[in-house]
């Protein structure tokens, strides 16, 4: 009977050295995946951050064009010969015949 119960014992042990195995490696697995992962989403935050502050720019120079085109001189001067003048600060763009 001593026999069998080191038997069972020791294939006990066998196994539970197994799972413990395979969960070790389970584990380093999925810690190098997910770091990797990590890394992938590290650059692309990056990527889309840098992607942000160009169009902030852009929108930074349309927003000064705009307050440059509210002055009516700077509009006029930009339309030059266009503009006919008509009374009462009405500015007719374009031939007046139409």
């Known amino acids: 009977m001593r026999m069998r119960k080191t038997k069972?014992?020791?294939?006990?042990?066998?196994?539970s050295r197994i799972i413990f195995a395979f969960s070790l490696l389970f584990y380093c697995g999925s810690k190098v995946v997910v770091n990797a992962y990590n890394i992938t989403l590290s650059k692309?935050?990056?990527?889309i951050a840098a992607k942000n502050n160009q169009k902030q720019d852009a929108v930074e120079e349309?927003?000064?064009?705009?307050?440059n085109m509210q002055d009516?001189?700077?509009?006029?001067?930009?339309?030059?010969?266009?503009?006919?003048d008509n009374q009462n600060n009405i500015f007719i763009i374009g031939n007046s015949d139409e």
């Open 8 to 15: 069972r014992k020791s294939a006990l042990e066998r196994l």
């Open 62 to 67: 349309l927003q000064v064009t705009i307050r």
């Open 44 to 47: 692309e935050e990056q990527s």
């Open 72 to 84: 009516k001189k700077e509009v006029l001067g930009m339309l030059k010969n266009e503009v006919q």
